[in-house]
């Protein structure tokens, strides 16, 4: 059975509580914007991790197995999405999300060392002086100025 069919599945039985059913009509409106023609991925990261929130804040007594199973699922399916390069670049480039919707904090110090090395490729070795550096800085663009 697949995931989505497991949680339609859960959110049927649980319908009469009212927390359940906000995470059933939640789960059900993010489903159709991550498979509309806009979607972003982007949004993978922090729909999923909201959800995941949303069934680990679930407690019905009869089906807490059920919940358990799904949660595991979810979370196995949610990691995939973050060990994604393309994921996590997206997701802390984002304005609406940043660094504030990863999982776990290894997620999010990966995807800040991905935004890092894709803004500075070879980083220098911090050892100069500013002043030196920035003197550096200038006899390189004198130097490709006269060089024109």
Not at 116 to 126: E, R, V
Request: charged share 20%; aromatic share 6%.
């Amino acid at each position: 059975m697949s995931l989505r069919r497991q949680l339609q599945y859960f959110f049927a039985l649980t319908v009469p509580n009212h927390e359940t059913s906000k995470t059933h009509t939640y789960f059900d409106t993010k489903t159709r914007c991550l498979s509309a023609e806009t979607a972003s991925v982007s949004d993978v990261i922090p729909t999923t991790t909201i959800l995941l929130h949303g069934l680990r804040c679930l407690k019905p007594p009869r089906l807490l197995t059920l919940r358990n199973a799904l949660l595991s699922s979810m979370e196995s399916w949610c990691k995939v999405f973050e060990e994604s390069t393309e994921c996590l670049l997206a997701t802390i480039l984002d304005p609406r999300y940043k660094a504030d919707y990863f999982t776990t904090s290894s997620a999010k110090a990966q995807a800040e060392q991905l935004l890092t090395h894709a803004i500075n490729p070879n980083p220098q070795p911090s050892t100069e002086d500013t002043t030196d550096a920035v003197g550096n800085m200038m006899q390189m663009i004198c130097g490709r100025v006269s060089g024109v």
